[in-house]
């Protein structure tokens, strides 16, 4: 099966050219199958030549795959046109309401700089927080390979005195992983980068596994061991010239870097260039879709949201990184100012002057018993009622929403016999603010928005006394 790209991207001619077949926007339409919905968040400067490069590795697999090309911010890229940026990428903020089945991450040329000194690095960590509920399995290659682990792991890169270029000969360190299926035990990839992370500070991280490396580079492979974060420390994707390009742009700047290694014959940078590196690569990218994303991926995308929640448990000082990510943010957010919750969700429940049948919708429209007023039910049978509540609180300036659970346990819930809803409520209700957080937090990450679970009171006693005078003397 092909790729599925935008009509008219330049990109289609090209791979064209190369026998690899790809299939417009207007034919996939008229195919009745689930494809993969795959992003892939282009951080490098020449986006077109970048895309061609990872369409080339998606595309040799029997499964249909969506695309998205996905642009992290509106700034204009120094080697593309913004017409082309218009036409036919998508910014973060307008799907950060979707889900993925598989997102790419693509280097970025700043090894140089601290990450907070990069002008997205804010909204870079608003994107690697939303990918642990929209995304089932995410590849980050090279700087933000490196960039991820920090963010979640707190291990940071060292820079190497010297840029580390050329095609180096790697060994497989887990053979039955299923990434590495069909790789010989050496093989051979591309490296561009100044940063490196030692295999020791992989390794000291459960949950992760260096599952690939070389004694040159390092670390070249590395996996979480539920499939849901790959880190790539290289550039498989490379075509033949690029190692080329670059080491002559260097020259060109007077930087004297040294000779990609491994590259050119007899060491003659005046040869074609020795291509060792693409079948692998190839390999690896299908291996990724087949077994970390189609095998594991569930039908329903929609569901991602929880399974982000539950699933994702690494550790980071400790503690599950999910956690620690919101409850840093919460901490530090309230040292700088005063964090407004929002207000009742009962009275904004009213204005919608909801009758017995728009409670019940069509799930519960032969319920057997009246359902009016059971407002958590409203969040199955009018979420987006509920979640442009959500929104409207945010809009106004909250900082935090309350889920829409006040009466979501199977005491109170027994009142309309729909106790067994209990669980499902809780679920979905956290799911709707937790995507109206995720928006709002998406359009201004310097100002995350945060999400507080809801229980109240039952509607039952646990005791009373007889005597009203006598509060303390209960049965």
């Known amino acids: 099966m092909p790729i599925r790209i935008p009509t008219e991207l330049p990109a289609q001619s090209i791979l064209n050219s190369e026998n690899i077949f790809v299939m417009d926007t207007d034919r996939a339409a008229m195919q009745d199958i689930r494809p993969l919905e795959v992003g892939i968040l282009n951080l490098m400067p020449n986006k077109m030549e970048t895309e061609v490069q990872f369409l080339r590795l998606l595309s040799n697999t029997p499964l249909q795959i969506n695309v998205d090309l996905i642009r992290i911010d509106n700034q204009a890229p120094k080697n593309t046109p913004e017409s082309h940026m218009k036409a036919f990428y998508h910014n973060f903020d307008d799907v950060a309401d979707k889900q993925y089945d598989g997102l790419i991450v693509t280097g970025a040329p700043l090894a140089l700089l601290d990450y907070d000194k990069v002008k997205y690095w804010e909204k870079m960590k608003v994107v690697l927080e939303w990918a642990q509920r929209h995304v089932q399995s995410t590849l980050f290659s090279c700087w933000a390979a490196h960039a991820a682990l920090y963010h979640f792991h707190g291990k940071n890169r060292r820079l190497r005195d010297e840029k580390l270029s050329g095609i180096f000969a790697h060994q497989v360190q887990d053979e039955h992983n299923e990434l590495m299926r069909g790789f010989d035990p050496v093989f051979y990839a591309p490296h561009s980068r100044y940063g490196e992370i030692s295999i020791a ?12 490396s070389s004694d040159k580079t390092g670390a070249y492979i590395v996996a979480s061991d539920d499939k849901r974060l790959v880190f790539v420390t290289g550039h498989p994707e490379y075509d033949p010239d690029s190692l080329d390009q670059e080491y002559k742009r260097d020259l060109k700047a007077g930087l004297a870097p040294n000779m990609p290694e491994n590259y050119y014959p007899d060491n003659d940078p005046s040869q074609d260039p020795l291509v060792t590196w693409r079948a692998h690569g190839s390999l690896l990218f299908t291996n990724w879709l087949n077994y970390y994303v189609y095998q594991n991926t569930p039908y329903d995308l929609a569901s991602l949201s929880n399974k982000g929640l539950e699933q994702f448990n690494f550790s980071f000082k400790g503690k599950n990184v999910s956690r620690v990510s919101s409850e840093q943010a919460l901490i530090d957010a309230a040292k700088s100012r005063i964090l407004v919750l929002d207000g009742a969700m009962g009275t904004m429940i009213q204005a919608h002057d909801f009758q017995e049948n728009d409670y019940r919708g069509e799930r519960f429209a032969d319920w057997h018993s009246d359902v009016k007023g059971n407002n958590d039910l409203l969040t199955l049978t009018q979420p987006e009622a509920i979640y442009n509540i959500h929104c409207a609180y945010f809009a106004a300036g909250a900082d935090i929403i ?74």
């Open 201 to 212: 500070d992989y390794e000291s991280v459960p949950g992760l596994s260096v599952i690939a």
């Open 402 to 475: 309350e889920t829409n659970t006040f009466n979501a346990t199977t005491i109170s819930m027994a009142d309309y016999n729909m106790q067994s809803l209990a669980k499902e409520i809780n679920i979905e209700s956290a799911k709707l603010a937790r995507k109206a957080a995720d928006k709002f937090t998406a359009q201004t990450p310097e100002k995350p928005r945060f999400v507080a679970g809801v229980l109240g009171p039952t509607s039952r006693t646990a005791s009373i006394s007889p005597n009203v005078n006598d509060p303390g003397n209960a049965m």
